[in-house]
C-alpha cells in the first residue's frame, strides 16, 4: 500500500514534536509533503522554529517548513507557554535549526499543493488552532473537495475542557476556524481530549524512550518529563498525555483508534462556552453526522508503535 500524502500543520510544542517525529520515522505509511507552522502554544515565530528544530532531530533538513498565520481568523492570540514553556520546546536543549524556513505562505502551500496534487490524495493532519486550514478554505473554496481526509487534534466532549471549563486549546483558540472547517464537509477524523488523555506517558513508557539510547529518544522523555508538569498538577494525571501523536499514529495504525461519526460543531457567540467542541455523541440531534469522533485507544498498542518507530530515527 503506498503512503499516505500528507501536510502537518502545527504549532510545536512537545507534543506536535513527538507527532512530527513519529511522522518522518514512518516512511512507508507516511510521505510528509511539508510542515506549515501556526501560532497557538507559542507564537508563530517560535513554532515555525520548532518544526525546523524538531526536523534536524530527525536528522531531515530536507523537509520543507513554511510559516503560516500569526493570529487567528478574528481574534487575539492566545498562547501556552504555561504548559510548553517560553520556547515551547522546553525540556530538552537542542541546537537552533540551520535549515531555512521556506518563502512562501504556509496557507499558499496548503492551497497550491491540493491544487497540484490528483484531488483526494492530500490529507492535512493538524495539530493546532485551526487558522491556516481555515484561511485556505476561505481563500481557495475549490481546494476543499481535493482534500483526502483531515485527521486533527482538538476538542473534547466527556473530557471537557483544558484551558477553559468547556473547550480545549486547539478550538479555544481559534474557534471560528474551527467552525468553518467543520462545516466545510470535509472527511473528518477528531482525536479529542477523551482519547489523548488515554495516551499518558507513565514513567514507564518515559524510561522506554530512554532506553532507545538515541538523541531522538533521549530529547523525547526529556519534552515529556517537562510537559507532564500541567496535567499532572491539573489532572493528577499519570504522565503527559501525548495528544498530536494520536493524529500520526492514526495514520499508522487506525486499529488502534476506535470512534464514533457523529455531529461536531463549534461555539463561537458566547464567551463563557466559547471554543467548545459540540459533539452530539448521543445522537439526540438530527444535525447532519461531520466527523469521526475517536474515543478511545490501545494505549499499549500506541506506546509500543511509537517507541519502535522514534527507535528508527
Ligand atoms: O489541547 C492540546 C493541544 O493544544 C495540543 O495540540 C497541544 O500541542 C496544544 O496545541
Ligand atoms: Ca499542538
Given at each position: 500500500m503506498s503512503p499516505r500524502r500528507i501536510i502537518i500543520d502545527t504549532d510545536p510544542g512537545q507534543d506536535d514534536a513527538v507527532a512530527i517525529l513519529?511522522?518522518?520515522?514512518?516512511?512507508?505509511e507516511i510521505e510528509l509533503l511539508g510542515i506549515t507552522a501556526v501560532a497557538g502554544n507559542v507564537p508563530l515565530e517560535l513554532t515555525a522554529k520548532n518544526a525546523r528544530i524538531v526536523c534536524e532531530l530527525a536528522g531531515r533538513p530536507d523537509v520543507k517548513v513554511f510559516a503560516g498565520c500569526e493570529a487567528p481568523l478574528a481574534r487575539p492570540l492566545v498562547t501556552a507557554e504555561h504548559v510548553h514553556g517560553k520556547t515551547g520546546l522546553d525540556g530538552p536543549v537542542l541546537p537552533d535549526p540551520t535549515m531555512p524556513l521556506q518563502e512562501r505562505h504556509g496557507v499558499d502551500f496548503i492551497i497550491d499543493t491540493l491544487r497540484a496534487e490528483p484531488p483526494g490524495s492530500v490529507t492535512l493532519c493538524p495539530l493546532g488552532p485551526l487558522t491556516n486550514i481555515a484561511a485556505a478554505f476561505r481563500r481557495a473554496p475549490d481546494v476543499i473537495e481535493r482534500v483526502a481526509q483531515i485527521v486533527l487534534m482538538g476538542g473534547a466532549y466527556f473530557e471537557v475542557g483544558n484551558i477553559t471549563p468547556a473547550a480545549e486549546f486547539n478550538i479555544y483558540v481559534d474557534p471560528e476556524a474551527a467552525a468553518e472547517v467543520f462545516a466545510s464537509g470535509a472527511d473528518i477524523v477528531v482525536m479529542p481530549l477523551d482519547v489523548t488523555h488515554k495516551a499518558l506517558v507513565?514513567?514507564?513508557?518515559n524510561d522506554a524512550f530512554r532506553a532507545l539510547g538515541t538523541r531522538v529518544g533521549e530529547a523525547v522523555a526529556q519534552m515529556t518529563d517537562f510537559f507532564e508538569r500541567f496535567d499532572r498538577e491539573k489532572y493528577g494525571s499519570d504522565g503527559a498525555p501525548l495528544h498530536d501523536p494520536c493524529v500520526t499514529a492514526y495514520l499508522v495504525r487506525p486499529d488502534l483508534f476506535t470512534g464514533r461519526r457523529i455531529n461536531v460543531e463549534i461555539e463561537t457567540g458566547s464567551d463563557l462556552t466559547r471554543g467548545m467542541t459540540v459533539a452530539d455523541w448521543w445522537r439526540v440531534t438530527d444535525r447532519?453526522?461531520?466527523?469521526?469522533?475517536?474515543?478511545?485507544v490501545d494505549a499499549d498498542g500506541f506506546f509500543a508503535l511509537l517507541t519502535d518507530r522514534l527507535g528508527r530515527l
Open positions: 513519529l511522522a518522518l520515522a514512518s516512511p512507508d507513565t514513567r514507564a513508557r447532519p453526522e461531520n466527523a469521526l469522533f475517536i474515543g478511545d
